[in-house]
């Protein structure tokens, strides 16, 4: 089982910035894509990032947002600039494990965190 535990969301003002992190933890070989997607007044992918550092970003948040990655360390992070009332949402992690077993199969799997929420508002 893996575990996605986020921190770092909440109240900031209009122009004002966040940072967000995900932690994952337990038994895989490694991740692939880890992203952040989140529910607002519409659901959105925000941004995603591969174990190579190649990074996509929604429309929404291009040029505001940055997403980056520690490999060693199983975390994501997503720093949010210029922020605005309508990045009002909450924030889910998502990470695509891959697991290799003894008979050298490949499975992967894909987990989400729990949400955290962020909140731009004067």
């Known amino acids: 089982q893996v575990q996605l535990v986020e921190s770092g969301g909440g109240l900031v003002q209009p122009g004002g910035s966040l940072g967000l992190s995900c932690v994952a933890s337990g038994n895989f070989t490694e991740i692939d894509v880890m992203a952040w997607y989140r529910q607002g007044s519409q659901y959105e992918t925000v941004a995603s990032i591969n174990?190579?550092?190649?990074?996509k970003y929604g429309d929404s948040v291009k040029g505001r947002f940055t997403i980056s990655r520690d490999n060693a360390k199983n975390t994501v992070f997503l720093h949010m600039n210029s922020l605005k009332p309508e990045d009002t949402a909450v924030y889910y992690c998502?990470?695509?494990?891959?697991?290799?077993?003894?008979?050298?199969?490949?499975?992967?799997?894909?987990?989400w965190g729990q949400g955290t929420q962020v909140t731009v508002s004067s």
């Open positions: 174990r190579g550092g190649t990074t």
């Open positions: 998502n990470a695509n494990t891959r697991t290799v077993g003894s008979d050298g199969v490949s499975v992967s799997t894909n987990y």
